[in-house]
């Protein structure tokens, strides 16, 4: 099928999805006037760029002068029929217009999603209650600061990076219980990676969950649950599946003083009698 031609205006509804009980359409337009419209009403909306082979943008006359060079919405195709047939990534520009987060996993008991915006007390609350394992507080400061921060952090973290770190919540009662997830390992440690490796350094831990893959970026696996939901398994649970989901290396680095992150870095790397062989633990 022949896509869209020059001189001929692109608006067409292109898919639709019902999110938390609310019915949300999705559109493709090359026009600016109608582009402005949606993105100012929250309405979902893929910016159609006629792409020439240098892969620049053009527009087909001279009422895109003023936007030549950026674009209305940070959703952008060059192939209508390209986007249709990609359900996945519809969904995923409608709950970015909407600020509702998406499922990464789940498990019997537990939802594994994006953070969002509105997550900035139960954040808070988390952090209050103890220390983290593998974790930095990127969403410190007041309570507007940390809403800012993690509406910039699901804007564009997730998309960017393709991980990161997620709530976890309890289907039981909605709430979240917890963060787990992501960010690019750091640490020194160029030594062993076999699968199981505990590497014992002076303050901390650097357990080998997945290893092997010499090309791509390590990643290391954070997590923090309120107090209400610990000693349940429930970190684990949702370790695993973010784990099973992770194709390179997965490392967790735990300080020696918190005890419950260390445990849970032993049930997921398959680890035993580490406490009986330091002391220092």
Same mark, same amino acid.
């Given at each position: 099928? $022949? =896509?869209?031609?020059?001189?001929?205006?692109?608006?067409?509804?292109?898919?639709?999805?019902?999110?938390?009980?609310?019915?949300?359409?999705?559109?493709?337009?090359?026009?600016?006037?109608?582009?402005?419209? $949606?993105? @100012?009403?929250?309405?979902?909306?893929?910016?159609?760029?006629?792409?020439?082979?240098?892969?620049?943008? @053009?527009?087909?006359?001279?009422?895109?002068?003023?936007?030549?060079?950026?674009?209305?919405?940070?959703?952008?195709?060059?192939?209508?029929?390209?986007?249709?047939?990609?359900?996945?990534?519809?969904?995923? +520009? +409608?709950?970015? &217009?909407?600020?509702?987060?998406?499922?990464?996993?789940?498990?019997?008991?537990?939802?594994?999603?994006?953070? $969002?915006?509105?997550?900035?007390?139960?954040?808070?609350?988390? &952090?209050? @209650?103890?220390?983290?394992?593998?974790?930095?507080?990127?969403?410190?400061?007041?309570?507007?600061?940390r809403r800012k921060a993690l509406r910039d952090y699901c804007s564009l973290?997730?998309?960017?990076?393709?991980?990161?770190?997620?709530? +976890? #919540?309890?289907?039981?009662?909605?709430?979240?219980?917890?963060?787990? =997830?992501?960010? #690019?390992?750091?640490?020194?440690?160029?030594?062993?990676?076999?699968?199981?490796?505990?590497?014992?350094?002076?303050?901390?831990?650097?357990?080998?969950?997945? =290893?092997?893959?010499? @090309?791509?970026?390590?990643?290391?696996?954070?997590?923090?649950?309120?107090?209400?939901?610990?000693?349940?398994?429930? $970190?684990?649970?949702?370790?695993?599946?973010?784990?099973?989901?992770?194709?390179?290396?997965?490392?967790? +680095?735990?300080?020696?003083?918190?005890?419950?992150?260390?445990?849970?870095?032993?049930?997921?790397?398959?680890?035993?009698?580490?406490?009986?062989?330091?002391?220092?633990?």
């Open positions: 099928m $022949c =896509g869209p031609v020059w001189g001929a205006s692109v608006k067409e509804k292109i898919y639709t999805t019902v999110i938390a009980g609310k019915s949300f359409d999705l559109w493709i337009s090359d026009e600016p006037g109608f582009i402005s419209e $949606c993105v @100012e009403h929250h309405i979902p909306i893929i910016e159609y760029a006629h792409a020439e082979e240098n892969g620049s943008k @053009e527009y087909p006359d001279d009422t895109y002068s003023s936007v030549s060079n950026s674009y209305l919405t940070p959703w952008a195709a060059d192939s209508v029929e390209a986007v249709k047939n990609d359900p996945e990534y519809m969904e995923k +520009v +409608v709950h970015r &217009f909407a600020g509702v987060p998406l499922k990464v996993a789940e498990t019997a008991e537990l939802t594994i999603r994006e953070l $969002c915006e509105g997550d900035a007390e139960s954040v808070e609350r988390i &952090f209050s @209650e103890g220390s983290a394992s593998g974790w930095t507080d990127i969403w410190s400061g007041d309570k507007e600061d973290h997730y998309d960017l990076y393709g991980y990161g770190y997620y709530g +976890v #919540e309890v289907k039981e009662d909605g709430v979240l219980a917890g963060i787990i =997830g992501f960010r #690019e390992y750091e640490t020194d440690f160029a030594g062993n990676k076999s699968v199981g490796q505990v590497t014992k350094r002076d303050d901390y831990r650097v357990f080998v969950i997945k =290893g092997a893959d010499t @090309e791509g970026t390590p990643l290391e696996l954070g997590y923090i649950m309120a107090e209400k939901y610990r000693r349940k398994g429930y $970190c684990v649970e949702a370790g695993l599946e973010l784990i099973k989901k992770t194709p390179g290396d997965v490392y967790i +680095v735990a300080d020696i003083n918190n005890i419950p992150g260390i445990k849970a870095a032993e049930k997921l790397s398959g680890q035993t009698g580490i406490f009986a062989s330091d002391s220092s633990a």
